[in-house]
């Protein structure tokens, strides 16, 4: 077997020989005889004897004697596994790394590996619940009962409380800290003011929570964010207290991390989504920042959300949480409706003064002045601010929501969208004097003709951050002009006057802040086909905002109508109102998080299949079919929030029996998908 099987989603038992006693402890990995197959595997509990009435098999291998996965994170991926309709394989395989034998090795050369206290001595008849539902195997259910080896937290840390710092920004603040400190579970969704030192801040928060003797892990977008927060980390903690797990880091250097945290050497673990299964030793804290990022996101089955599965870990382990940015998503704002979290924001005089004078570019005034305001891709109030910023040797921000240079192209004769001839394909110009290649298949385009009007003339249908350098390039000569994005991301830019064109996500920080910050072609982002366009472009912008100086220094020009919602809560800098009345809207439409929604994509007979396999709850919703990519559809089921479980259950059974039958063609469930359209 090569991928989990929904049908064989359960604990399995196994005799222990009596040669493999000493090593075969819970959380080791095993192999074990499946179905004929030599599969890989978890132990994950020992006991006296087995409920099972028929002849069980030995295990025939301790992989390794060290306990990777420890009882928290397994039933914390039990639960993940039952939110999502998916195999606990599968997100075992998420939360602990491949292992790395000579990492291993080194780590036992410093000391001796840890034991697990839950393990007992058996004789040959004992039985062992071990999970094979994985052909490369790795899935177990935890035993709750069982304990955690670990170290305590450094008592140099004592339980003096932390300074606030900025945190005495936010009225709440300080006492969010003493909750942590005290070693309680505080839960805190925080808006983040313009200019915040963000990675600071929850630095302060993990302080308090290491102060407390308790651990911490935090997730974070990108790596970008990981260097800042890792960097704040070292200042407050000091070195060697924490370490950082990314995908990015290589198996042997992110194995080292993992065990050094497994091992309970460090009370912290910071990370992208891949360190939101980190073990860490008394949880007393988890924190996610900007978790409207579709980073957070897992591409891999069951496609769990970094936020949610900190969510779900700081209930099973009665930690405190924290949900921050600088906008908030309508899943935070849920959490503050239902009580589940307490908001943190500042006071309106302090964000008055704290953020940059802000102004659109579409309200009547500005048409008054500028009539070209409404069709102009830099209206002359982006112009003028973009001027007097550079005059004052300042460094100006420029948005631009698409990489490249001429990401897409049309007809300059009839407007016809151009397209690939051989995959119907955007067609895109890699540069002034390029020649058209399509985006999907990288085919060269050399003698395009429309096929609407016959023309052989192209134009501008979107302007890519390239091109958009070379026109900010013209328009202010000898003004150095800096591009950060998918090719090349600046982390940070000097203070004197520069332009800086940047993609969303990749803006570098200024030293001192920005003069002005222009937010243009705001209609790529507003007109997306997505539940989540007017909440995602917001996100961006104030990302972007919050870079610059406060007013009077700092200007932010927003290329759109000032009546449009996002941009009202852009000009007010209020998420909260925006979040507020987006989750009011999905409330009445009957859409996530109001709801929960799972989405079945495959071919057409497969889909039908599986639902009329599922016994789906009484009130559920089927909706659809709609056309999905490569030639599949898409159903979608809805049910109220509290009939969840049941939905996922039902799903993940149906999922079972057809496994069970062998059917060929796959079908993707996905609960509460990103992107339902």
């Not at 197959?37 to 099972?52: F, P």
């Amino acid at each position: 077997m090569d991928v989990p099987l929904a049908h064989l989603d359960r604990p399995f038992d196994y005799l222990v020989p009596a040669d493999l006693d000493d090593v075969a402890v819970p959380g080791t990995r095993v192999k074990v005889r499946f179905a004929g197959q030599l599969v890989d595997g978890w132990l994950l509990a020992r006991a006296d004897d087995s409920g099972h009435t028929g002849r069980l098999a030995y295990l025939e291998k301790v992989v390794s004697p060290e306990p990777v996965l420890s009882p928290e994170v397994a039933r914390l991926a039990r639960a993940v596994a039952d939110r999502y309709a998916g195999n606990l394989a599968d997100v075992l395989r998420l939360a602990v790394p491949p292992r790395h034998a000579r990492v291993e090795k080194e780590a036992r050369a410093d000391q001796p590996a840890p034991t697990e206290a839950a393990a007992r001595p058996v004789d040959e008849g004992g039985d062992h619940t071990v999970d094979a539902t994985e052909a490369a195997g790795r899935g177990a259910v935890a035993d709750p009962q069982a304990s955690t080896a670990g170290v305590d937290a450094d008592p140099a840390a004592g339980s003096a409380p932390v300074d606030p710092r900025g945190w005495r920004d936010y009225p709440t603040g300080p006492a969010l800290l003493t909750a942590l400190t005290d070693g309680r579970a505080p839960r805190a969704v925080w808006s983040a003011l313009p200019g915040e030192d963000w990675a600071a801040r929850y630095a302060d928060a993990v302080a308090a929570t290491v102060a407390g003797g308790r651990g911490a892990v935090v997730v974070v977008a990108d790596a970008r964010d990981l260097d800042r927060l890792d960097a704040a980390l070292t200042s407050v903690l000091g070195s060697g207290r924490h370490v950082s797990l990314s995908a990015a880091l290589g198996p042997a250097r992110r194995y080292r991390a993992f065990l050094a945290a497994r091992r309970g050497e460090v009370p912290v673990v910071i990370g992208t989504r891949a360190a939101m299964f980190a073990p860490v030793d008394r949880l007393g804290l988890v924190a996610v920042w900007d978790d409207g990022d579709d980073l957070h996101s897992e591409p891999r089955a069951p496609y769990p959300h970094a936020r949610d599965v900190l969510l779900t870990r700081a209930q099973l382990a009665e930690a405190g949480a924290l949900v921050g940015g600088y906008s908030r998503t309508a899943e935070a704002q849920l959490l503050l409706e239902t009580g589940w979290a307490r908001e943190v924001v500042a006071d309106r005089a302090t964000v008055r003064a704290r953020i940059p004078a802000i102004a659109p570019t579409g309200d009547d005034p500005q048409l008054a002045r500028d009539p070209g305001a409404a069709t102009a891709r830099l209206p002359s109030l982006a112009w003028t601010a973009a001027r007097d910023a550079v005059r004052a040797d300042l460094p100006v921000l420029v948005q631009v929501p698409r990489r490249g240079y001429l990401p897409s192209i049309s007809c300059a004769d009839c407007r016809t969208p151009a397209r690939c001839a051989h995959c119907a394909g955007p067609l895109a110009l890699p540069s002034a004097g390029g020649t058209p290649a399509c985006r999907w298949c990288a085919r060269v385009a050399a003698a395009y003709a429309c096929p609407e009007c016959g023309g052989r003339r192209l134009r501008a249908a979107v302007t890519g951050a390239r091109r958009t350098a070379e026109e900010l390039g013209r328009a202010f000569p000898g003004v150095p002009v800096r591009t950060s994005g998918r090719e090349e991301v600046l982390t940070d830019v000097p203070g004197g006057a520069a332009l800086v064109v940047a993609t969303p996500g990749a803006e570098p920080v200024a030293e001192g802040g920005y003069g002005a910050v222009l937010l243009l072609d705001s209609w790529a982002l507003l007109t997306r086909a997505d539940l989540r366009a007017g909440e995602e472009a917001l996100r961006r912008w104030m990302a972007a905002a919050a870079l610059a100086r406060p007013a009077p220094a700092g200007r932010v020009v927003v290329v759109a109508d000032g009546a449009l919602a996002p941009v009202q809560a852009l000009l007010r800098w209020d998420a909260a109102w925006f979040a507020g009345r987006e989750l009011a809207e999905r409330r009445e439409l009957g859409f996530p998080p109001a709801v929960r929604m799972a989405s079945v994509t495959g071919p057409a007979e497969a889909v039908a299949d599986l639902l009329a396999a599922a016994r789906l709850p009484g009130d559920a919703e089927v909706l659809g079919p709609v056309p999905a990519d490569e030639g599949r559809e898409r159903m979608l089921v809805r049910v109220p929030r509290a009939r969840a479980a049941a939905l996922a259950e039902a799903l993940h059974s149906a999922a079972g029996v057809r496994a069970a039958r062998k059917a060929a063609d796959p079908v993707r469930l996905q609960v509460d998908p990103l992107s339902l359209f």
